[in-house]
């Protein structure tokens, strides 16, 4: 069964470091998704991506935050200086159209820890 | 601002019996719901949907409740396993706005007991 998948599963960083997240959606999915959950909390929306730009991102998604396809199959979040209140759950998702009426996959996620 | 809401944060049932978890929403504009079920360190994985010109999805042990008027949906799973142990999250999307994101509730601890 096709799955998105996520690398790495757990990534700790320094503060003020870059990294970058990696995700492979689906193969025929156009929609692309970020999705993060710190602690105890709830899932909350990142970043939509399709036809190779932003469709919409939320109030965390910040300057700090960018998103990329590099090439045909993998599609990375990167946060450019990362700060302790970054540490989350980071999920990536995929859907064959918009959620307006599907339902989005989601990878198994990256647990980043920001020291 | 809570859109969806799960106001159980947890919830026990017996093997066998009935579990009923709910959800509340505030946006009139939601138009396709979905309930995602979570195990600890997984992402979600998709159980079942309804559009809001539906009032009832059924798929094998889980069934979705839509009560537009109500703003309030359910799912019901019978006859609950030991497996169906995860959290459980209602989440929502506007999809005549062009919007292509989901709002979630805060979900559900569901534990059935053997």
């Known amino acids: 069964e096709p799955e998105v998948t996520q690398t790495p599963s757990h990534q700790v960083t320094q503060m003020g470091q870059e990294v970058i997240l990696r995700c492979v959606p689906i193969?025929?999915?156009?929609?692309f998704y970020w999705y993060r959950q710190i602690l105890g909390q709830k899932v909350e929306f990142l970043v939509s991506?399709?036809?190779?730009?932003?469709?919409?991102k939320s109030e965390i998604f910040d300057d700090q935050f960018s998103v990329e396809r590099p090439d045909g199959s993998n599609f990375t979040l990167k946060i450019r200086s990362t700060k302790l209140e970054d540490s989350a759950m980071y999920f990536c998702?995929?859907?064959?159209?918009?959620?307006?009426?599907?339902?989005?996959?989601f990878g198994q996620g990256t647990r980043l820890t920001v020291v | 601002d809570q859109q969806v809401k799960q106001n159980s944060p947890s919830l026990s049932v017996q093997e066998g019996r009935i579990s009923i978890l709910n959800c509340d929403y505030t946006?009139?504009?939601?138009?396709?719901f979905l309930w995602y079920k979570k195990y600890p360190a997984e992402g979600p994985t998709f159980l079942i949907s309804?559009?809001?010109?539906?009032d009832k999805n059924e798929d094998g042990r889980f069934t979705v409740f839509l009560n537009k008027s109500a703003k309030h949906l359910s799912l019901h799973i019978v006859p609950s396993q030991p497996g169906d142990s995860a959290v459980y999250f209602c989440?929502?999307?506007?999809?005549?706005?062009?919007?292509?994101?989901?709002?979630f509730g805060t979900g559900t601890r569901l534990k059935v007991l053997a």
């Open positions: 998702a995929s859907s064959l159209t918009g959620t307006g009426n599907t339902e989005a996959f």
């Open positions: 193969s025929n999915h156009l929609y």
């Open positions: 991506f399709y036809n190779n730009e932003i469709s919409e």
């Open positions: 946006n009139s504009m939601f138009d396709y």
């Open positions: 309804i559009s809001s010109i539906k």
């Open positions: 989440a929502a999307s506007d999809g005549t706005s062009g919007t292509y994101k989901y709002i």
